[in-house]
T-cell receptor
Framework: DAGVIQSPRHEVTEMGQEVTLRCKPI?????LFWYRQTMMRGLELLIY????????DSGMPEDRFSAKMPNASFSTLKIQPSEPRDSAVYFC????????????FGPGTRLTVT | SQQGEEDPQALSIQEGENATMNCSYK?????LQWYRQNSGRGLVHLIL?????REKHSGRLRVTLDTSKKSSSLLITASRAADTASYFC????????????FGGGTRLMVKP
């Protein structure tokens, strides 16, 4: 298996632009997680899906952030409009969803908003 | 707020020495996991210990769990330069479903 796939690996955009991050989980995994990592705040859970349904989005910082999972093999995290404080590394992770919930992380997308 | 808090935040040792990292958490858990993150990479699962276990080994890794103190430790024996990375503990609170809460991590540097 190729593991969790994320694209793009790096994204540089200007403030106010829309940014879409993409994730393909490991085949057969039915839980998917989006995290954000910064030096100041560490690793934060933004949202997680189980069987393509959003279960907990309490970590989504504000309405500018939205996430979708239209099918079991694809998810997007969208930021519109983007701001410089959104600059971070965004990770997608997937798990089988049945205990004990070991998570497999993608390589991350490094987002820079200027 | 973070469930797990690692201690120390940073650790520098010589190759061949042992490295010990600690994690404290606040609420009851089902399992506690340790992950490693190399610079610029995603986290990689190292080991999981269940709440009814006290110690677990995997190669050069030894994990202990003390649920009465809500703490865990990760010991890396005979460290190598390749062990240089950040190490995170993660807990799944008993009511958290599939969610994990990660601590702030310990940055380990192993000098050759």
């Amino acid at each position: 298996d190729a593991g969790v796939i994320q694209s793009p690996r790096h994204e540089v955009t200007e403030m106010g632009q829309e940014v879409t991050l993409r994730c393909k989980p490991i085949s057969g995994h039915n839980s998917l997680f989006w995290y954000r990592q910064t030096m100041m705040r560490g690793l934060e859970l933004l949202i997680y899906f189980n069987n393509n349904v959003p279960i907990d989005d309490s970590g989504m910082p504000e309405d500018r952030f939205s996430a979708k999972m239209p099918n079991a093999s694809f998810s997007t995290l969208k930021i519109q409009p983007s701001e410089p404080r959104d600059s971070a590394v965004y990770f997608c992770a997937s798990s089988l969803g049945t205990g004990p919930y070991e998570q497999y992380f993608g390589p991350g997308t490094r987002l820079t908003v200027t | 707020s973070q469930q797990g808090e690692e201690d120390p935040q940073a650790l520098s040792i010589q190759e061949g020495e042992n490295a010990t990292m600690n994690c404290s958490y606040k609420t009851s858990i089902n399992n506690l996991q340790w992950y490693r993150q190399n610079s610029g990479r995603g986290l990689v699962h190292l080991i999981l210990i269940r709440s009814n276990e006290r110690e677990k080994h995997s190669g050069r890794l030894r994990v202990t769990l003390d649920t009465s103190k809500k703490s865990s430790s990760l010991l890396i024996t005979a460290s190598r330069a390749a062990d240089t990375a950040s190490y995170f503990c993660a807990t799944d609170g008993s009511n958290a479903g599939n969610m994990l809460t990660f601590g702030g991590g310990t940055r380990l540097m192993v000098k050759p």
